[in-house]
């Protein structure tokens, strides 16, 4: 039996990845945001919380990777795409 794809509904799963990095579940928050970006490769806002989680995570290469395709997407970062904070421990990643 052939399996069918799914779809994804990138707002429900998003929700839903944050939702799991706000309790603690990061493995569940980045798996969410891969999928999303599977189905929505320029999905920045998955792109930026999969960049958090892994950075969290202490997986520091995938951190600067997904920071690096989050900031590809916004070409000029402001305060409003990426939290100062959250540049900083990129910039920090980067060292």
Avoid at 19 to 33: F, I, T
Avoid at 40 to 49: E, I, K, L, R, Y
Avoid at 73 to 93: E, G, N, Q
Wanted: with cysteine.
């Amino acid at each position: 039996m052939a399996m069918r794809a799914v779809a994804v509904d990138p707002t429900q799963t998003f929700n839903r990845a944050v939702s799991a990095y706000k309790a603690g579940r990061l493995g569940d928050a980045e798996q969410l945001c891969q999928q999303i970006l599977s189905a929505q490769p320029g999905h920045f806002d998955a792109a930026h919380v999969l960049a958090v989680v892994q950075a969290s995570r202490g997986r520091n290469d995938l951190a600067l990777a997904s920071y690096d395709r989050a900031l590809a997407m916004r070409r000029r970062p402001t305060c409003s795409t990426i939290a100062a904070t959250d540049f900083w421990r990129w910039a920090a990643l980067r060292r």
